[in-house]
């Protein structure tokens, strides 16, 4: 597939009936091999291994209803109550990350209402952490580590953040 900004991992990819399927250890089963896909797979395995976001609190394709259609997130991060924290669309290398995709993400954050977007190709990565108290957003000069989100990872008294 494609060389990406983003650390290469040992992608599981397998060859059914002359297409190939790439492990998706999120949905725990084999996935259709897209550019998209190729990306998606890439930029989980660094949010897991490099910036140590829970496995268990991230989900891929997730449903949501916008404007009366249905409509999916690439990837949401939740936490412990599984309130959506984070929303991460993903594009295809070839296809640059424009203000239109900005739109997409923020169409469905309508609904989410997240403390961060990203928006990735696999070359490009935007981050940025909106604040609704004072209604404006500011892009971030990296991905933040899962410690620096101030996700909740219990709701047991004491919890951690």
Request: aromatic fraction near 14%; include cysteine.
């Amino acid at each position: 597939m494609f060389d990406l900004n983003l650390p290469k991992y040992e992608a599981k990819i397998i060859r059914r009936n002359e297409k190939h399927y790439i492990w998706d250890c999120l949905r725990r089963r084999y996935i259709a091999l897209t550019p998209e896909e190729w990306v998606r797979q890439h930029f989980v395995h660094y949010l897991i291994e490099y910036k140590s976001y829970p496995a268990a609190l991230l989900a891929n394709e997730v449903s949501l209803r916008l404007h009366g259609m249905s409509r999916r997130c690439d990837t949401v991060l939740y936490d412990r109550e599984v309130r959506p924290r984070m929303i991460i669309e993903y594009k295809a290398p070839h296809i640059p990350v424009t203000q239109q995709v900005f739109d997409q993400i923020c169409r469905y954050n309508f609904v989410l209402q997240v403390d961060y977007l990203i928006v990735s190709n696999g070359l490009e990565h935007y981050c940025c952490r909106l604040d609704y108290k004072e209604n404006n957003y500011t892009f971030l000069p990296q991905i933040p580590a899962f410690s620096e989100l101030g996700v909740k990872l219990s709701s047991a008294a004491g919890d951690v953040k």
